[in-house]
């Protein structure tokens, strides 16, 4: 992978065919980076989820606190995004 293509945005499959390729980069770095990105997403995803069902409203200000917490984590994260409710 060039330098220049380190700097725009791929696709995942260009990723995986960049990490499978004879190449030293992109490593283990840029592979866990994405793995642990992955991780927060979902947790995100799960608190998203979580927020929408009645079931779960006494924990609802735990979860306000986890979501910008996840956030923080993702490339442009802020921590600011307010937690949504699905609809």
Do not use: W
């Not at 330098?3 to 990490?19: G, N, P, S």
């Not at 200000?61 to 490339?75: R, V, W």
């Amino acid at each position: 992978m060039s330098q220049e293509t380190q700097k725009e945005e791929i696709t995942v499959t260009q990723f995986l065919d960049a990490v499978a390729s004879g190449s030293a980069t992109p490593g283990g770095g840029s592979v866990s980076a994405l793995a642990g990105c992955l991780g927060s997403a979902l947790v995100e995803m799960v608190v998203n989820l979580t927020l929408a069902k009645k079931a779960y409203e006494a924990h609802e200000a735990e979860l306000k606190k986890i979501q910008p917490e996840s956030n923080e984590t993702l490339p442009g994260g802020t921590g600011k995004r307010k937690p949504q409710r699905s609809q």
